[in-house]
């Protein structure tokens, strides 16, 4: 009756909604039409309902009733709109977002942490991804990408193809391990109980109300695995914030030069926060509070998890769409060759010895905002608000946002006709583009890390990790998708996004299997 009462009240229209079954049977009709492989992602469902029926979603908004497998869903592909729930005013995230994380951080991490508590931790890990000290972790990276590298060369000699997303994970969980605890984590090239664990207690992660997960609720056995797997983390966790927080009270608060330490890593800096409050604690005495080392180690596992699985898909669709547009890739080893001169093999050196010049790659930059635009990880939800409207800026249309999941569905948004030119082309010429310009992007549209104050914090490390990479790997060899003839195409693509068990961002199918050749120098 929420639903239905849209058109009566508010003059919204909304799509054929049947009293029994909500809007189940128009998506049961785009799977059941061929076209629509059941596994894609469920952020498509908005923008593939808007491409079947323009005349109910021209506004940039979509009301669907897809009880009782969820709550009722706004969603909204409008940037102004956006703007307005997700900026000014920052929105409070939705309650199935919370579920989803209870028994992985406890609510304790900076995804689900609201008002003056959020406030306090986003500020302590602020400085850590800043551009300026994340550029001082370059040369730790570049070791990390150089054993990405190496298993790149041993597979183009062996000529097997294996998995694009696996091995690009195991990359970006050493890379996230060094910026984040300042240690080798190996995952690249031996097991790691971390990883493990975590692997394993996301698949015990409900995403909504489906069968599968709905199992999930009600095995007795599921508060056990939650707790054994956070206790195995949190083993792995413990001893490492220990071990900075004693090198930290040894040092005196100085670095061996006698300057004061100035903490990078996202465990030291909280840490540094911490003892700002027990400085008279020597190194031998320290306590560590629960309430303290429990946030600590929610926010790492968070970081952990977020941070590994959507830049390693960005990573994969990235090389997928250098394979389909040669011209892109063509341009792209260019400005390599100019900024790093044309040999391949030293340019890990030089940006380690040089981190800046990755500040000097802006069709580097594009491709990888490109490829973000085109496959955005996920969207924003966040809690309707009684009394809260959104308006439209053009008609004046005035969205109640009460009882309803507020969806920041950035994968309609970024293939949105009205706001983006060739919206379905890899076109990283776009962001190069001024304003007046054709291609240039409008204000607010681009949100694969949200904007406003909830953005994500770690945008900064995923671009430049990424650059890296691409610096790196993209001269040296050449990527190839290797799917059966026989997979199925979605949006012109094999390597479509879906929604595996227990993720909570969209991943190329199937791992996007590939086959590696060596070129140029490398040859």
């Known amino acids: 009756m929420i639903v239905r009462e849209l058109p009566k009240k508010y003059g919204i229209p909304i799509l054929p909604h049947s009293y029994l079954f909500g809007h189940f049977p128009e998506v049961i009709k785009l799977y059941l039409s061929g076209e629509v492989p059941p596994d894609v992602a469920g952020q498509s469902v908005g923008y593939l309902l808007a491409k079947k029926y323009p005349e109910y979603t021209k506004d940039g908004m979509l009301y669907t009733d897809m009880w009782p497998i969820t709550s009722p869903i706004a969603w909204v592909c409008h940037p102004e709109l956006m703007y307005q729930f997700c900026q000014d005013p920052s929105l409070p995230k939705a309650w199935l977002l919370r579920r989803e994380f209870q028994p992985f951080t406890h609510l304790k991490d900076l995804v689900t942490l609201e008002g003056a508590e959020w406030k306090r931790w986003r500020a302590i890990y602020n400085p850590g991804f800043s551009a300026k000290n994340l550029l001082s972790m370059v040369p730790d990276f570049v070791e990390e990408i150089q054993v990405f590298t190496g298993l790149l060369r041993s597979l183009a000699k062996s000529g097997e193809s294996a998995n694009c997303l696996e091995m690009a994970m195991n990359l970006t969980y050493d890379v996230i391990g060094r910026a984040t605890m300042g240690e080798r984590l190996h995952c690249q090239t031996i097991p790691n109980s971390f990883k493990k664990a975590l692997n394993k207690q996301t698949t015990w992660v409900i995403t909504d109300n489906g069968p599968e997960n709905i199992l999930k609720m009600i095995n007795p056995f599921r508060p056990l695995i939650m707790g054994y797997y956070n206790k195995v983390m949190d083993g792995y966790f413990f001893p490492r914030i220990k071990r900075v927080i004693a090198e930290y009270l040894n040092a005196g608060g100085k670095s061996s030069s006698g300057h004061a330490a100035k903490p990078k890593t996202i465990t030291s800096l909280a840490v540094k926060a911490y003892l700002n409050e027990h400085v008279s604690k020597a190194a031998d005495d320290v306590r ?25 898909s960005t990573l994969a669709f990235a090389y997928m769409l250098l394979e389909q547009n040669p011209s892109c890739l063509a341009a792209l080893r260019q400005e390599h060759d100019a900024v790093l001169g044309s040999d391949p093999s030293t340019a890990g050196t030089q940006i380690s010895s040089s981190p800046h010049l990755l500040n000097a790659l802006p069709y580097t930059l594009a491709v990888i905002k490109e490829t973000l635009r085109l496959f955005p990880p996920v969207g924003s939800v966040r809690e309707g608000q009684k009394g809260v409207f959104l308006t439209h800026p053009d008609t004046g249309a005035r969205y109640p946002t009460e009882h309803f999941m507020m969806f920041s569905n950035t994968f309609w948004e970024h293939r949105s006709e009205l706001l983006w030119k060739r919206p379905e082309e890899f076109v990283p010429e776009r962001w190069l583009a001024k304003e007046g310009e054709e291609l240039h992007v409008r204000k607010h549209a ?33 990527i190839s998708l290797a799917y059966d003839e026989k997979a199925p195409v979605f949006l012109g693509t094999k390597a479509y996004q879906i929604m595996d068990r227990g993720q909570v961002a969209g991943r190329p199918k199937g791992g996007m299997p590939f086959r590696v050749r060596m070129v140029g120098n490398g040859k």
Not at 289 to 310: E, N, P, R
Not at 463 to 469: N, R, V
């Open 288 to 312: 560590l509070d629960k309430s303290f080392t429990d946030m600590v180690i929610a926010q790492l596992k968070m970081f952990m998890l977020a941070g590994h699985d959507t830049t390693a």
């Open 446 to 478: 681009f949100r694969p890390f949200e904007l406003g104050p909830r953005s994500c914090i770690g945008q900064e490390l995923a671009l430049l990790e990424l650059k890296a990479i691409l610096v790196i790997t993209v001269r040296e060899m050449e």
